[in-house]
């Protein structure tokens, strides 16, 4: 049973720093792409950040660009997400995401991926 398990969550005020990470177990992902999405209360889950299978490309949203850093360790099976200057706006509930098959950086969508993890609230103070 293929399972991602989010940690790192919790409150911080705004302009702080957070690391988020995400352990597979079940089966290995260093072959395939990994992600983060989010969704903020009232809204739909939005993309993140997505990393290649080796850790040589990574893709984010427009909204996070600059502040946040997604990484991988492949020999722990753990995937991460630096989070700096952190705003009241990056509240919400992260999500974790694996595929099954590709291994680039360019799945922005939740369709793409095909194992998700239970999630870890953010909740940044004002």
């Known amino acids: 049973q293929v399972q991602l398990v989010e940690s790192g969550g919790g409150l911080v005020q705004a302009g702080g720093s957070l690391r988020l990470a995400c352990a597979a177990s079940?089966?290995?992902?260093?072959?395939?792409?990994m992600g983060w999405f989010r969704r903020a209360p009232g809204k739909e889950r939005e993309f993140v950040a997505a990393?290649?299978?080796?850790?040589?490309?990574?893709t984010y949203a427009d909204s996070v660009k600059g502040r946040f850093t997604i990484s991988r360790d492949n020999a722990k099976n753990t995937v991460y997400l630096q989070m700096n200057s952190l705003k009241p706006e990056d509240t919400a509930d992260y999500y974790c995401?694996?595929?099954?098959?590709?291994?680039?950086?360019?799945?922005?969508?939740?369709?793409?991926?095909?194992?998700w993890g239970q999630g870890t609230q953010v909740t940044v103070s004002s």
């Open positions: 990393i290649s299978w080796s850790g040589g490309s990574s």
């Open positions: 079940g089966r290995t992902f260093s072959s395939n792409a």
């Open positions: 995401a694996g595929s099954r098959s590709y291994s680039g950086s360019g799945f922005r969508t939740e369709r793409d991926y095909d194992y």
